[in-house]
């Protein structure tokens, strides 16, 4: 007996996969994901292990600093200029998203953009005020102690927008940003 002969899958009915293109590079995704364990990590122990939250801020610091050459010199969608817009521009797409008609990106949305310089310059800023702490001239000083903990808590409030927005543009968009900074992969139709 002889089988029968196959039909291509479209042929068949079956759904074909969107393609897929690559749009965050491996440095950007685990940058990204080091950067939030580091900071977990630091703010864990920030009262209880002074010299591994030190090691921990000295490691966010390193990874800033190398996010900003990378921001320079990466490829298309990790360098600042493919996703951080001027603020009219930012507002136009928070308008949109608001009435529902923001159009896709394929890399950074302009809002995702600013919330990514605010993270980087919160956290550049919570490196720079903790060891400020560790020298002479602020050693046990509770005022800079206090724009540490203000300057983290600032951050702390980002992080549920940031969060918020990935899964609004998540939802809005069809499309899941998690997965995406995992894999660095995205649909390249809309």
Known sequence: MMPAPRLPA??????????MVMVWDPFVRIF????VAAFVAAFVT?????????????AIAALIAARLVWGLIGPRRA??????KPPAQVLAYLRAALAGRAGRCLGHNPAGGLMIVALLVMLALSCLSGWLMTTAAFWGSA???EVHEGVVA???LLIPLHVAGVVFSSL???ENLVRAMLTGKKRAAA
């Open 79 to 84: 360098r600042f200029a493919d996703f951080v």
């Open 32 to 35: 990204h994901w080091s950067l």
């Open 46 to 58: 920030g009262d209880w292990l002074d010299r591994l939250h030190e090691a921990l801020g000295y």
């Open 172 to 174: 809005a968009h069809k």
């Open 143 to 145: 005022i800079m102690a």
């Open 10 to 19: 479209a042929a068949a009915g079956a759904q074909c996969a969107p393609a």
């Open 154 to 156: 600032l951050t702390l």
